[in-house]
């Protein structure tokens, strides 16, 4: 046998069911550990999110610039990404990194054993049992020979317990089991609607978090931003709360376990880097206020400031009255010459 992807989740599992004997507890610090070793992605997802709502107004300038030519407007708005080095689908890369240890421990908590150097032992299609394989070295047979696998391997059905309820038992395996269960492990698992409730808060917690964290995110960025990034956002927080939560009823307990927890530790991590990291105002030098000025012919600055010299030349003269009177007396002229 070799040591290959799922034996990495269930070599990591076996580590931390030393430190601390409880396979629940194994699991939410596998989760913790995962989260430390994304934090610094996370950390920059997080400041290229903030760049991205600094440049809003200048996103907003080149929108209304480009209205009629989009691929002129997504030039422009390309060109503006890489000038302040944001990438407006970067708050999606910690999500899909989540992934592949999601898969890999579905497959671990689903049937443990077979990644911790033991060979099924089948009966038409099921299996009976689970015996140690001879073909195991290095890691994987300190791993075979561990209080987690031996556990598992003698008292499968109380190791699993965490809470009341079985980290290898699904809400759906609960409510619908299968006629032929295909693991050992799950004929033992609870039956009926009633029994299934806590596997369902379980799920319902999942994707209540999960839309949760969106929603973080979206609010993080302010009620004006209206770009690519907000929309993809707005997208996911509705889409991916519902699809997590279909998988759910179908995953073991103790994947519900690992992206509760994940969830639980974004939305507190979320909250302090968003905390210490404030957004700043965006730079009001002499483009902004000309451009506040201007408008769309600059007119309006040109107009201010004949008038601000009118006002000053009458200022001086301190004959501002008299000065302006001088232009009706071509009045009685004009009539004049419509009586005429």
């Given at each position: ?231 993809q956002m707005q997208m996911m927080g509705k889409i991916m709360p519902v699809m997590l939560m279909f998988f759910a009823y179908t995953f073991p307990l103790g994947v519900v376990l690992y ?82």
């Amino acid at each position: 046998m070799t040591f290959g992807f799922f034996e990495l989740f269930s070599s990591a599992l076996a580590g931390f069911y030393a430190l601390i004997p409880s396979y629940g507890l194994a699991i939410i610090l596998l989760t913790v550990a995962v989260r430390v070793l994304l934090l610094p992605l996370s950390i920059k997802q997080t400041r290229s999110m903030r760049e991205m709502q600094r440049i809003q107004p200048e996103i907003k300038r080149i929108q209304a610039k480009y209205k009629g030519n989009r691929q002129k407007m997504n030039e422009e708005m390309m060109a503006l990404y890489k000038e302040h080095s944001v990438n407006p689908f970067g708050g999606c890369l910690p999500l899909l990194m989540q992934f592949p240890v999601l898969i890999g421990l579905f497959y671990v908590v689903r049937e443990p054993l077979r990644y911790m150097g033991y060979a099924a032992v089948e009966r038409g299609d099921q299996i009976v049992g689970w015996a140690k394989s001879g073909e195991v070295s290095g890691i994987l047979a300190k791993v075979q020979t561990s209080s987690l696998a031996e556990g598992l391997d003698s008292a499968g059905k109380s190791l699993n317990q965490f809470l009341g309820m079985r980290l290898d038992c699904s809400a759906g395996g609960i409510i619908s089991p299968p006629e032929q269960a295909a693991h050992l492990l799950q004929e033992s698992c609870p039956q009926g609607i009633a029994a299934a409730l806590p596997y369902l808060v379980l799920v319902a917690l999942m994707g209540f978090t999960t839309y949760y964290q969106q929603k973080q995110m979206q609010a993080s960025r302010g009620p004006g931003a209206n770009d690519a990034m907000t929309q993809q956002m707005q997208m996911m927080g509705k889409i991916m709360p519902v699809m997590l939560m279909f998988f759910a009823y179908t995953f073991p307990l103790g994947v519900v376990l690992y992206w509760l927890t994940t969830n639980v530790w974004t939305i507190g991590q979320q909250r302090l880097v968003l905390a210490a990291a404030p957004v700043e105002p965006p730079p009001v030098g002499k483009k902004a206020k000309t451009a506040q000025g201007d408008g769309k012919t600059g007119a309006l600055p040109q107009a201010a400031a004949t008038n601000n010299k009118g006002k000053k030349s009458g200022a001086h003269t301190g004959n501002g009255a008299r000065s302006g009177a001088t232009a009706p007396k071509s009045r009685p002229s004009n009539k004049k010459k419509r009586r005429r």
